[in-house]
């Protein structure tokens, strides 16, 4: 399984953020698969944001959940964050993951 974050480097304050992760190898509909987003903030450690399931559900942490959306494109096997209303406390290196695969990771900078 492969994963490959993409989306901006830079975003503005109060602005939306929304990375897109491309997934080959395997179905993002596959039975019993559930496709992460986490981030790591620079100098901390790694913060879970969500996930969406094989079936389409969706989970995401109490305390971002007000902020977060994750979609799906089936048809490109993709999967995608939308993080709402961004401050500079979001800026860190972007991952999605099945726990077992890791993309590279994305950097986004939330700065005016």
């Known amino acids: 399984v492969q994963l490959q974050e993409s989306g901006p480097g830079l975003v503005k304050p109060s602005q939306t953020l929304v990375l897109t992760c491309t997934v080959s190898?395997?179905?993002?509909?596959?039975?019993?698969?559930?496709w992460h987003w986490v981030r790591q903030p620079p100098g901390k450690g790694l913060e879970w944001i969500g996930n969406i399931a094989y079936s389409g559900s969706t989970a995401y942490s109490p305390s971002l959940k007000s902020r977060t959306s994750i979609s799906r494109d089936t048809s490109n096997n993709q999967f995608s964050l939308q993080l709402n209303s961004v401050t500079p406390e979001d800026t860190a290196v972007y991952y999605c993951t099945t726990w077992a695969d890791w993309g590279k990771g994305t950097l986004v900078t939330v700065s005016s």
């Open positions: 190898g395997v179905s993002i509909t596959t039975h019993n698969y559930w």
